[in-house]
């Protein structure tokens, strides 16, 4: 079997989005680039959380995100420096983002066994129109108000365990 991969997104999933910080959250900045400065929630303990999902599953840590060469950036509050699948801009309209992200990270996979963290509601269903016949994934949908939980990653390790096991029960 492929080398499954663990796709991560920033907004909504790093980084929840609501103006009052939930609680557990540090708040920081981020500059970009292009030198504006971003404001972002994040728990330090994400970057652990996933490297250690990644680390028992023998997978592959990827960004998969809009914030594009910015992505590491936000990484250094987490401690996660990762590859950054490219996200074309073709196209692009707020109400479909999940679908417009997964035209981009489906095709990158290569058929790979993949779990994908977003907050987009519709980037399962994106996700399995897009995915090649008998790809093997799961697209775990975060709260954008409270971001990543121990439950996201619960969910992902049965997804992850199921591949070593020959099921994705």
Do not use: C
């Not at 987009?120 to 994106?126: G, L, N």
């Amino acid at each position: 079997m492929n080398r499954p991969l663990i796709i991560v997104d920033i907004d909504g999933v790093l980084n929840p989005w609501p103006y009052q910080r939930p609680a557990g959250l540090l708040a920081g900045r981020v500059r970009w680039t292009d030198r504006r400065q971003v404001r972002v929630n994040y728990n330090p303990a994400h970057g652990r959380m996933l490297t250690g999902l990644a680390e028992r599953h023998d997978a592959e840590l990827v960004w998969g995100t809009m914030w594009q060469a910015d992505a590491n950036r936000f990484g250094r509050l987490v401690g996660l420096q990762l590859p950054v699948i490219p996200i074309s801009r073709t196209g692009l309209r707020s109400y479909d983002m999940g679908e417009y992200k997964a035209r981009s990270i489906v095709p990158w996979t290569g058929g790979r066994p993949f779990v994908w963290f977003d907050d987009e509601a519709d980037a399962a269903e994106a996700a399995t129109r897009l995915a090649e016949p008998g790809q093997l994934f799961r697209v775990v949908t975060v709260d954008d108000g409270t971001g990543l939980t121990e439950a996201d990653v619960a969910e992902a390790d049965r997804f992850l365990s199921g591949l070593r096991a020959g099921s994705t029960a």
